[in-house]
């Protein structure tokens, strides 16, 4: 608040947001690491689906608002992979599961998720899965 820099306070405010919501929803769930970081992943998705809408429009200046919001969320994430250490640790996975044929990619998804959740989204996870199993 006091260096002014309003996309960070946005961020964080959202964040303090969905956290407050967690808590008091009546669930009884407790917030731990895992919860958390399905939390901020949430808020990231709905800001991209905010921001693909956005450009569609040709709406630069939400779209600019949007893509702040997710740089300062996803200062709070783990360290996404992407790429080529995202279809590294896929490959090892579909060799841990036996996986062949795209016909195994239930099996090998639920593992990947299993395993890399946080670290990637279910979307670049499931494209990645269906390249190497094709």
Do not use: C, H, W
């Amino acid at each position: 608040m006091k260096a002014k820099d309003q996309a960070a306070m946005r961020g964080i405010r959202a964040i303090k947001s969905a956290i407050l919501i967690f808590k008091t929803d009546g669930s009884g769930n407790e917030l731990d690491v895992a919860s958390e970081i399905k939390l901020l992943q949430k808020l990231v998705k709905q800001r991209q689906d905010s921001l693909e809408i956005y450009q569609k429009q040709n709406r630069a200046d939400l779209a600019a608002v949007e893509q702040e919001e997710i740089a300062v969320i996803m200062k709070y994430l783990p360290k996404q992979l992407e790429g080529a250490e995202l279809e590294a640790a896929i490959k090892d996975i579909i060799g841990q599961t036996g996986a062949t044929s795209i016909k195994d990619m239930g099996k090998v998804m639920g593992a990947a998720n299993a395993i890399l959740s946080g670290r990637a989204d279910g979307k670049s996870i499931s494209e990645v899965v269906k390249k190497l199993l094709s």
